[in-house]
């Protein structure tokens, strides 16, 4: 079920969510092997994060109904 949710993120938040969860990867980290701003590491993560809970909440809503 998490594969599929991960699956739902745009390209760019999947990449950084599953390096910093799936990995344990630093925002640092990330930040410095894929070349792209602190900041915006934290975002995507921040907001793919969000994402994944809403569509877990939505999947289990879907099959407690």
């Known amino acids: ?24 990867w630093s925002h640092r980290k990330i930040s410095e092997k894929l070349r792209v701003p ?4 934290k975002t995507h993560v921040r907001r793919g994060l969000v ?6 909440a939505e999947q289990a809503d879907s099959i407690t109904v």
């Open 51 to 56: 994402r994944v809970r809403k569509l877990l």
């Open 1 to 24: 079920m998490a594969r599929r949710v991960l699956q739902q993120l745009r390209p760019e938040q999947r990449e950084m969510v599953e390096l910093a969860v799936l990995h344990g």
């Open 38 to 41: 602190l900041g915006t590491v």
